[in-house]
């Protein structure tokens, strides 16, 4: 066993600044070297590294694990930075935190408060758990310098997280996520991390709870910049029946609430999943982009046959969609919800909304290319990111600094994640919610079902079908396999990709009009597009498969686009076990 390991792990098991029961945690574990060389290794290989997000891992006790030392590490990374940036500006400073479901998650939170009030950083603490969009929000509403939410989204239950937020509310983007990073990796000694408990930082007036004010101002500003024909919702609103799954996380209080106030009043919650619980019990993984998270709530909305079911992660930031079409679920991937979206946006003209000029939307380069035929066909422009919303919120800043004539419309992943505004610089489960529910009750009212909605989006601009694979590959194992499949498919020898003809091959870590991340896209003669790219958040590879078809009647499109997409795929599993 390498013996730096054993070093590492000595010394978090002797010093003073852990707890007692924390050091001999580890103590317990060096007694048996041989027995517990794996657990020692993940924990204690390296530091729990900062990336550009912030933290996740699994949760424990050790340097590579998340607990509250790291999360005070990490927060005062953050203070330093804010006071480097802030300090002399003569403002008070302060920062937002909020927390999801997950175990740990509210302890974490208040252990980031104390640090913040012990550099003279004013904590304002979410009085209970909070969805990553109103933490966001909250941000901007407190016109505070930073922000963190304590969550590992949709990560099963061992993990947990820290997502660091900049004074614009979106998430750390270059130059100041590198400052950050720097700053974390440059605490070495533990006597430099500041803290005080949250009590004291309570007494000493620099840390309190929210109120329901800016609860109450994110509602209004849905209400305002997310629905687009109000009358539609408050007469019409009960004739859509929907089915909602909070996945045990925080979106049970405000999707709830959003939806009675727009006048959704047939809004069920299965009550096995409303009540939170960092264990997840009723799902192996609390991802709304599962069909099996969403069982429940599906075999609920068939048996009493309701029109939707909605499904959120745990912090309630992706939007899962299963319809009710002619009595069998049709699950919506995230590519068509945000393509329902989008078209019931710019077609649809209400008497209370009009599209703004030079109309702007936003999506990573992995998002349906749907996206652009419909908002080009209407008048807009689409501009691509990086995967992840940070890119499109840093995107949106870049535009409003610049005075840009674009205004700012929609943003979206095809990960189940979807910003219809700017109010709040992250994805956005609540706002979309209330947005899927005016889409679904719009063409419901025309006698058509969400499915029914896309073939006629089909039928306008051609048939358009993506697909992902995602390779999980765990532990130092898991991170040497992955490495070993960009380099391979970095280095691609052939011409022709499971029967296409390469045009181009795209390697992002050269940055290429983007900033480098490391992703490969290969376009083919056809147009048809593969794009590879390994997660940031999570131990696994995700290849998107891109396909349209434009020819034959819109049976044959779908056939043919089924048949093409799975070859890709087939040739792509193929290389992986070889890597």
Same mark, same amino acid.
């Given at each position: ?16 600044? %852990? ?33 550009? !997000? ?34 002399? +500006? ?23 408060? !104390?640090? %913040?009030?012990?550099? !003279? ?13 109103? $933490? ?12 963190? /939410? ?5 990560? &099963? ?39 005080? +408990? ?41 004739? *859509? ?12 209080? #405000? ?29 192996? +993984? #609390? ?71 030079? &109309? ?25 990111? $990086? ?31 979807? /910003? #219809? ?10 706002? @979309? ?13 025309? !006698?058509?079902?969400? @499915? ?24 130092? &194992? ?18 022709? %990709? ?15 009009? *983007? ?10 003669? @056809?147009?048809?597009? *593969?794009?590879?790219?390994? +997660?940031?958040?999570? #131990? ?40």
């Amino acid at each position: 066993m390498d013996q730096k390991i054993i070093e590492n792990a000595k010394l978090w098991g002797s010093d003073p600044y %852990f707890s007692e029961a924390d050091r001999s945690e580890i103590s317990k574990l060096l007694e048996n070297v041989s027995a517990n060389e794996m657990d020692l290794t993940e924990r204690f290989y390296r530091d729990l590294e900062f990336g550009t !997000g912030g933290l996740r891992a699994p949760m424990g006790m050790g340097q590579n694990r998340m607990n509250k030392y790291n999360v005070r590490r990490a927060t005062q990374a953050m203070s330093n930075t804010i006071l480097k940036h802030f300090g002399k +500006s003569g403002q008070p400073l302060s920062a937002v935190i909020s927390y999801d479901s997950r175990n740990n998650s509210k302890s974490f939170a208040l252990e980031a408060a !104390g640090v %913040f009030a012990a550099n !003279g950083i004013k904590a304002y603490v979410f009085n209970a758990l909070t969805p990553t969009p109103m $933490l966001s929000y909250g941000v901007r509403y407190y016109k505070a310098q930073g922000g963190i /939410m304590i969550t590992a989204s949709h990560n &099963p239950p061992i993990y947990n997280g820290f997502k660091a937020f900049w004074n614009d509310g979106a998430q750390v983007v270059p130059p100041m996520d590198k400052e950050i990073i720097d700053a974390y990796n440059g605490l070495t000694n533990w006597g430099h991390v500041k803290h005080m +408990s949250f009590e004291e930082a309570q007494a000493k007036g620099l840390a309190l709870y929210t109120d329901e004010k800016v609860d109450e101002a994110f509602y209004k500003v849905i209400e305002a910049k997310v629905i687009q024909d109000m009358d539609l919702c408050k007469k019409s609103g009960s004739e *859509l029946s929907i089915v909602y799954t909070a996945l045990h996380g925080t979106g049970q209080v #405000p999707c709830t609430e959003i939806a009675h106030r727009l006048g959704f009043t047939k809004f069920y919650s299965i009550p096995e999943q409303a009540l939170p619980d960092g264990n997840f019990i009723t799902v192996k +993984s #609390p991802n709304p982009e599962d069909p099996k998270a969403l069982a429940l709530a599906v075999d609920y909305m068939i048996k009493n046959n309701a029109d939707i079911v909605y499904g959120t992660d745990p912090d309630c930031d992706r939007l899962g969609v299963v319809i009710n079409h002619h009595g069998k679920p049709f699950y919506l991937n995230g590519n068509q919800i945000g393509a329902l979206m989008l078209y019931y946006i710019f077609s649809t003209k209400t008497k209370n909304k009009t599209l703004p000029s030079k &109309p702007l939307v936003l999506k990573s380069i992995v998002t349906s290319p749907i996206q652009n035929a419909i908002v080009e066909h209407f008048g807009g422009e689409v501009m691509d990111t $990086l995967t992840g919303f940070k890119w499109m919120a840093a995107k949106i800043q870049e535009l409003e600094v610049a005075k840009s004539p674009y205004n700012f419309v929609f943003a979206s992943e095809e990960s189940f994640g979807y /910003m #219809p505004h700017a109010e709040s610089r992250d994805k956005d489960g609540v706002s @979309s919610v209330a947005l899927m529910s005016e889409v679904a009750l719009y063409f419901k009212k025309q !006698g058509k079902d969400l @499915s029914e909605a896309l073939d006629e989006i089909y039928e306008k601009f051609g048939f358009f079908f993506e697909t992902l694979v995602s390779n999980d590959y765990e532990g130092i &194992p898991g991170t040497q396999k992955i490495s070993r499949i960009m380099e391979y498919f970095r280095h691609y020898p052939e011409s022709n %990709f499971a029967g296409e003809e390469i045009v181009s091959k795209e390697d992002y870590e050269k940055g290429i009009n *983007l900033p480098k991340s490391n992703v490969l896209s290969f376009t083919f003669k @056809s147009g048809n597009r *593969l794009f590879l790219r390994p +997660s940031g958040t999570e #131990p696994k590879i995700k290849f998107y498969v891109m396909v349209r078809e434009t020819q034959g009647d819109l049976a044959t499109k779908k056939i043919n686009a089924l048949e093409k997409v799975k070859v890709i795929e087939d040739k792509v599993k193929e290389l992986c076990e070889k890597a």
